[in-house]
């Protein structure tokens, strides 16, 4: 099976040499394998990249070839939908260029797709097997859960057989992408590429162990966290939006119910709070059911009853958390009370969303999830030892 491995590489000469020899033992008896860097450098890695493109030649290796962009557009993800648009074999394999992708799995990912008919295979940390261990710290672990955990909330259709939505390593099936739907921006095209589309994708996934930089430094930075939420809010705010929507109308409703309550009808301010808080949490779970999560119904674990249960006991732990933590901060900081609250609401809001999305109407995966269908000593070719032992190269 004739395999094209797209790098989008900015600045990483140190680790070309490298990734190309790996590569070439991994695909070099491939008849039709070739490697295409994606190069924005501004320091020497194109020299490096044709360099090493030349020996590859001279010595019948791996074909290896380069598109320099001297005006980038789109950043990485750019790049990337470049690079598939120059690609003339049937499936794409998709990696970063500083080795925290193991090489050896990319024909594994194209083959596991080939075999199984999909259109695309994401190689996973977040699955048996895998690994972010490569990710430097505990805070960059936390933010990248964290997201993928978000971008899962907002697609639940599109990413129900998807647990690392964020990886930049994955196997796609060209023919199956409408490239000209795509807008790329940041980082982040294996979102685009599931998100974007008119169809949704048949996708699988394979385990695989984030590893150290090789060389050079990580490019992440606030600033692509920043560029991250825009292509969230771009591709589909849709969902949200309506859950944002009810949220209001119902802080709005418990405002007027303990006033009628407590005002009107002289009932204790305590009890007409409970009352209210009560019969708001009812009401935003009838209207999200009706308007927010209609599609999904049917398509999880969970009966409307016990939907039902999930909803008012998260909401009622949360609200019970949230007014210790907002009298601690105003006491310890003096902050203004109102913008505390406000942070805490915006906070609060994000939770339950992820909540909903996540646990009460989360659709069943229509995809096995790795080593259901697959033994492991099949899947990745000795990459696992069948006690489940993780021999792969980092």
């Known amino acids: 099976m004739a395999i094209t491995v797209v790098v989008p590489t900015f600045n990483e000469g140190p680790n070309i040499v490298e990734l190309v020899r790996r590569l ?29 493109s030349a020996e590859q030649a001279a010595r019948g290796g791996l074909p290896v070839r380069m598109i320099h962009r001297e005006a980038p557009d789109g950043g990485l993800s750019g790049a990337v939908v470049e690079g598939l648009r120059s690609v003339g074999t049937e499936w794409a394999v998709v990696m970063d260029g ?23 295979v994401v190689a996973s940390r977040y699955i048996g097997g895998g690994d972010a261990g490569g990710l430097d710290g505990y805070w960059r672990r936390a933010v990248s859960t964290g997201s993928a955990l978000l971008a899962r909330s907002m697609f639940p259709l599109r990413l129900r057989n998807v647990t690392d939505p964020l990886t930049g390593f994955f196997a796609v099936r060209v023919a199956a992408l409408d490239l000209d739907t795509l807008r790329p921006r940041g980082f982040k095209i294996l979102l685009e590429v599931l998100a974007r589309g008119k169809r949704a994708l048949a996708v699988g996934e394979e ?15 606030l600033r692509m966290g920043l560029r991250y939420l825009e292509q969230l809010a771009s591709l589909r705010f849709g969902r949200m939006s309506r859950f944002a929507i ?60 016990s939907r039902l249960a999930h909803s008012f006991a998260f909401n009622g732990t949360e609200a019970a958390i949230r007014l210790p933590i907002f009298v601690w901060i105003v006491a310890a900081t003096g902050a203004w009370p109102v913008l505390v609250q406000a942070v805490l609401l915006v906070v ?31 899947s990745h070719d000795g990459l696992l030892g069948a006690s489940g032992t993780d021999k792969r190269v980092q």
């Open 246 to 305: 009810i949220g209001g109308m119902g802080a709005v409703w418990n405002v007027l119910i303990l006033w009628a309550l407590n005002d009107l009808a002289g009932m204790h301010h305590a009890w007409a709070a409970v009352i209210a808080a009560v019969v708001t949490i009812a009401l935003n779970f009838a209207l999200q059911e009706r308007l927010v999560f209609r599609d999904l119904l049917g398509l999880g674990r969970l009966g409307f009853w």
């Open 98 to 120: 500083d080795l925290q992708h193991p090489p050896e799995l990319a024909p594994v990912l194209a083959r596991r797709g080939q075999e199984s008919g999909l259109d695309v």
């Open 348 to 378: 609060a809001f994000l939770l339950r969303f992820v909540f909903h999305s996540q646990v009460v109407y989360r659709p069943r995966r229509t995809q096995p999830p790795f080593g259901d269908t697959l033994s492991s000593s099949q």
């Open 24 to 52: 070439d033992e991994a695909l070099g008896s491939t008849p039709g394998a070739g490697v295409l860097f994606v190069d924005d450098s501004r320091d020497d890695t194109p020299s490096v990249i044709e360099r090493v």
């Open 207 to 221: 385990p695989f162990v984030f590893g150290e930089r090789y060389a050079g430094r990580s490019k992440a930075t």
